[in-house]
T-cell receptor, first 113, second 113 residues
Framework: QKEVEQDPGPLSVPEGAIVSLNCTYSNSAFQYFMWYRQYSRKGPELLMYTYSSGNKEDGRFTAQVDKSSKYISLFIRDSQPSDSATYLCAMSAGNSGYSTLTFGKGTMLLVSP | EAGVTQFPSHSVIEKGQTVTLRCDPISGHDNLYWYRRVMGKEIKFLLHFVKESKQDESGMPNNRFLAERTGGTYSTLKVQPAELEDSGVYFC???????????FGSGTRLTVV
């Protein structure tokens, strides 16, 4: 069983839709949960960061962590064509500033105008 | 603030040749990481420097890979001799202990033919 499972997509939605991206994981030691956005030919860019369980909101983005179910989500409201990218979930057992990250494969999102 | 710089952006070499990848982290970031994405797989950890010391090199695939970090500044990753399975995108990232998450470079796309 992989440590982090993420549906690779692609996920195609019309502009303005609400997008839900998800990952499941198996390692109970994970405490820090991140979402990265990666545009083509670029490196991953940190989008959201959550410690332990709960919700975090930043503009159109909401990250949710349910440690009891080992399930994390990223919601994008009012999706825009510029949101088209690959979204990677990542996790670490220690503070992610200096801990190894375990990534999912990434979900490709396509938002059509 | 300048980002993490990697070069070359692309490299095509023949099996058995040597390639050296370079990473310049964000100034002042003590933590430097190398990650790799092989086609169809997740981004995977290779190693972690704290300043000039190797903190964790558990992800290095074999002794054909050698990483160095001169004076705690830039880092190089040498592959010698390269094999076909070494093809992939090599990402460098850096962080400060107080940061959440890393800042990634755009990666070096290595193709071994």
């Amino acid at each position: 069983q992989k440590e982090v499972e993420q549906d690779p997509g692609p996920l195609s939605v019309p502009e303005g839709a609400i997008v839900s991206l998800n990952c499941t994981y198996s390692n109970s030691a994970f405490q820090y949960f991140m979402w990265y956005r990666q545009y083509s030919r670029k490196g991953p860019e940190l989008l959201m960061y959550t410690y332990s369980s709960g919700n975090k909101e930043d503009g159109r983005f909401t990250a949710q962590v349910d440690k009891s179910s080992k399930y994390i989500s990223l919601f994008i409201r009012d999706s825009q064509p510029s949101d088209s990218a690959t979204y990677l979930c990542a996790m670490s057992a220690g503070n992610s500033g200096y801990s190894t990250l375990t990534f999912g494969k990434g979900t490709m999102l396509l938002v059509s105008p | 603030e300048a980002g993490v710089t990697q070069f070359p952006s692309h490299s095509v070499i023949e099996k058995g040749q040597t390639v050296t990848l370079r990473c310049d982290p964000i100034s002042g970031h003590d933590n430097l990481y190398w990650y790799r994405r092989v086609m169809g797989k997740e981004i995977k950890f290779l190693l972690h420097f704290v300043k000039e010391s190797k903190q964790d090199e558990s992800g290095m695939p074999n002794n054909r890979f050698l990483a160095e970090r001169t004076g705690g500044t830039y880092s190089t990753l040498k592959v010698q001799p390269a094999e076909l399975e070494d093809s992939g995108v090599y990402f460098c990232a850096s962080s400060h202990p107080g940061n959440y998450g890393y800042t990634f470079g755009s990666g070096t796309r290595l193709t071994v033919v």
